[in-house]
């Protein structure tokens, strides 16, 4: 499967986001879809899971409430809708697929990665 990241950008605080991730290559052996994001000087942390079957998620906290994923099976394609973005959402933004639900949270079991795409929030 190939990851293609798109639609970061610059947003002021408070302002919203969407992002998607193309699934080039998905099957239906594909496991679920996650996104991860990581900030300048800090580790790749989880952000949120959804499966392709049902829709299942599963959020970190830090985004509960405000970010929302969802997907669409027949474009190969999950998106991630962030509302009331705050600076500390900076960020590189990346997907990947999990083998397993729920996802893990460790970015280590993750072997492929697409390019990222760079959200920047400010204050």
């Known amino acids: 499967v190939q990851l293609v990241e798109s639609g970061g950008g610059l947003v002021q605080a408070g302002g919203s986001l969407s992002l998607s991730c193309v699934a080039s290559?998905?099957?239906?052996?594909?496991?679920?879809m996650v996104w991860f994001r990581q900030a300048p000087g800090k580790e790749r942390e989880f952000v949120v899971g959804?499966?392709?079957?049902?829709?299942?998620?599963i959020y970190a906290d830090s985004v509960k409430g405000r970010f929302t994923v969802s997907r669409d099976n027949a474009k190969n394609t999950v998106y991630l809708q962030m509302n009331d973005l705050k600076p500390e959402d900076t960020a590189i933004y990346y997907c990947?697929?999990?083998?397993?639900?729920?996802?893990?949270?460790?970015?280590?079991?993750?072997?492929?990665w697409g390019q990222g795409t760079q959200v920047t929030v400010s204050s």
């Open positions: 990947a697929a999990s083998g397993k639900w729920p996802p893990p949270k460790n970015s280590r079991e993750y072997p492929d």
């Open positions: 290559g998905r099957t239906l052996s594909t496991g679920p």
């Open positions: 959804i499966t392709w079957a049902l829709g299942r998620t």
